[in-house]
Structures are given as C-alpha cells and as structure tokens.
Nanobody, 126 residues
Framework: VQLQASGGGLVQPGGSLRLSCAAS????????TGWFRQAPGKERELIAA????????YYTNSMKGRITISRDNAKNTVHLQMNSLKPEDTAVYYC????????????????????WGQGTQVTVSS
C-alpha cells in the first residue's frame, strides 16, 4: 500500500487546512488510518485515527474540537480537516495505516503502522 499525503502549506493563525491521504495498492476501508504530526524537537504523535469499514474515530485531546478525520471510500482517501489553527500546530503531518483497531489509540506505537505517507508540512504563522 502506498500513501500520498497532501494539502499542507502556510496558513495564518485561526485559519483552516484540509489534508488528504490518498492510497494506492490497497483499500483504506480495510485499514485503520491515522494522522501523526511531528514538530521540530518533538516526538511524533498520533492526533487522529479512523477505523476501517467504520466511522469510529479517535482524536487527541489537545486538538479535539478543531480537527475532523473522514474517509472517502470512492476516492480511497482519508482527509483531516483542521480548523482554528495555532502556531503550535506547525509540524510535518504524516498519514499512516495499520491493519487493526485496538483500545487506547493514544497508546498505539508508531511501529504498529505498516504503511506511511511521505509527510506534508503545515506552517501556521502570520
């Protein structure tokens, strides 16, 4: 499975971005797909995930209410809508997929994700 992340860019504080993760070589509805971000000097963190063949979602507490993850099965794409962006949201954002969903997504290690996109830079600055 190959994942292609896109949609990053420069946005002013309070603005919005929609990231996309397009898949080829596999069907995303069969996988759990997540969005990670990694800011300079910080660890990569899972911020959202959506369960395959389901609408079950997970959001990290620090971004809950500002982000929405969704899947478009027809386009085999997972989106991450981000609103009310803050300078501290500046990071490289990655999409990744794993085979299963388990309890406590906040504890899922990155190594459990078998497939990764290349990352897309999000910069929030005035």
């Amino acid at each position: 499975v190959q994942l292609q992340a896109s949609g990053g860019g420069l946005v002013q504080p309070g603005g919005s971005l929609r990231l996309s993760c397009a898949a080829s070589g596999g069907t995303l509805s069969r996988f759990t797909t997540g969005w990670f971000r990694q800011a300079p000097g910080k660890e990569r963190e899972l911020i959202a995930a959506i369960r395959g063949s389901s609408t079950t979602t997970y959001y990290t507490n620090s971004m809950k209410g500002r982000i929405t993850i969704s899947r478009d099965n027809a386009k085999n794409t997972v989106h991450l809508q981000m609103n009310s962006l803050k300078p501290e949201d500046t990071a490289v954002y990655y999409c990744a997929s794993r085979w299963s969903w388990s309890v406590q997504p906040s504890s899922w290690p990155s190594a459990d994700f078998a497939y990764w996109g290349q990352g897309t830079q999000v910069t929030v600055s005035s």
